[in-house]
């Protein structure tokens, strides 16, 4: 991703707070003949003693996007915040073209698929408890059947 200079100061402290707050994001992988696919799928960001700590989510196991994760290929994530339009007419130098004001954060990494159900019911339960705590009736993990 292109940074221009005035924007590129890194801050890992800074980073941590925006990937926490994207909840939803764009993985995006390819085939071995260079094929991509993106999914969008809901995400937490769990603290384990690394630099930014460890994104969880899940995908649908029909998801064509699953098999593809699960072949150990660097995959790109992106964390995109809303945008907003700037136009040269508020600047004092009126000769530049308009631009987007927005963040954004790509991260690399090669995914780790769990298979183990006790720690699929795990990452659902962490997943729908920082979603569904906000709810009059909230849903639970527990109310799916048995062989879930």
């Known amino acids: 991703m292109y940074i221009t200079p005035p924007f590129n100061d890194i801050n890992n402290q800074e980073i941590n707070i925006f990937l926490k707050s994207c909840p939803f994001i764009t993985i995006v992988s390819s085939d071995d003949d260079g094929k991509m ?71 690399y990494g090669i995914p780790t698929i769990i298979k183990d159900k006790k720690r699929l019911h795990e990452i659902l339960d962490i997943q729908v408890g920082s979603r569904e705590s906000k709810q009059e009736k909230p849903w639970s993990s527990n109310e799916l059947p048995s062989n879930s």
């Open 37 to 107: 696919i993106a999914s969008h799928l809901s995400i937490d960001i769990i603290d384990d003693n690394s630099v930014h700590g460890k994104m969880i989510g899940y995908l649908a196991s029909d998801n064509p996007h699953s098999e593809l994760l699960s072949k150990n290929k660097e995959t790109l994530v992106i964390f995109q915040s809303d945008s907003s339009y700037i136009s040269p007419s508020w600047t004092e130098k009126r000769k530049s073209v308009p631009t987007q004001s927005f963040i954004d954060v790509h991260v």
